[in-house]
């Protein structure tokens, strides 16, 4: 499985509230790790059993030896397009509430980072995207035959491009595509999250549905969204339909939220991949 796409590190601090502005708060707990959603993707798709190989771009920092540790602990093949980029890695910063999960980011993500050179060709049973680095994610989806996943947590110019190549969108529930929508761009089957709340497709010829989502504790929701797309894409090998696809990467996302910390829920999902 190949996943292309953004890489950060993530300082997480879990507090008892949120801090209000100007407010300074003591945290329960602090954990660094790889971040982003094609990382936290293929964190999930490995420790579900997959093969999972990571394109993204991470360069020489030495912020950018805490992913790389953290990608090799967890079983992710990485393949850096900057081995020797010096500047910093995007760095995000995470404050989760303790008594529910909630969480509040601040990031950079890929903004103002490029690389140089080809991006390799390489053999994928199924691809999952981004979009954060455009380039990256256009010459992944015209140099596969495999299914292409996109995440699409929010519109990204690239999309104008790189829809009519993806096989299955999977949306957030503040996706909005400007103009046609995503069949009219040729995508054949768009799937649209909303956190609790039902899961629902589409597809091109018409068919559609939801699929329910578990009512969890939520102790942690930090990178649910990227389990659940990790989840999704392993089920794209295993599961033959949509609705069975959708639930089970709503199962995976909800041992994802059971659990505190951001990699303790790897070994709860552990075993789930059922190819």
Request: net charge negative; hydrophobic share 45%.
């Amino acid at each position: 499985m190949l996943l292309a796409g953004l890489c950060t590190v993530d300082v997480v601090q879990r507090v008892t509230e949120l801090p209000a502005p100007g407010e300074k708060v003591q945290s329960l707990s602090v954990d660094v790790a790889a971040g982003g959603p094609a990382t936290n993707a293929a964190v999930t798709a490995a420790a579900l059993g997959a093969e999972a190989t990571l394109l993204t771009v991470l360069g020489a920092h030495p912020l950018a030896a805490l992913a790389r540790a953290d990608l090799e602990a967890h079983g992710v093949r990485l393949i850096d397009l900057a081995p020797s980029l010096t500047d910093p890695p995007p760095v995000s910063a995470v404050a989760v509430r303790d008594h529910d999960g909630e969480r509040t980011v601040v990031a950079r993500n890929a903004q103002g980072r490029t690389f140089i050179g080809k991006v390799p060709l390489l053999a994928a049973d199924v691809v999952l995207l981004d979009g954060h680095y455009p380039e990256l994610a256009l010459a992944v989806a015209r140099g596969t035959d495999a299914p292409v996943v996109l995440d699409a947590g929010s519109w990204k110019p690239v999309f104008d491009e790189l829809l009519p190549l993806v096989d299955i969108a999977a949306c957030s529930a503040h996706f909005h595509a400007p103009g046609p929508g995503l069949h009219e761009r040729g995508v054949p089957t768009v799937i649209t999250t909303a956190g609790p709340g039902p899961v629902r497709w589409s597809t091109a010829d018409g068919s559609s549905g939801e699929v329910p989502v578990a009512s969890v504790a939520a102790r942690d929701t930090l990178g649910a969204g990227d389990v659940w797309h990790g989840a999704l894409a392993v089920a794209v090998l295993s599961e033959p339909n949509v609705t069975d696809r959708i639930r089970f990467a709503n199962e995976v996302a909800a041992e994802r939220v059971r659990q505190v910390g951001p990699r303790s829920w790897t070994s709860a999902i552990a075993g789930r991949n059922r190819k």
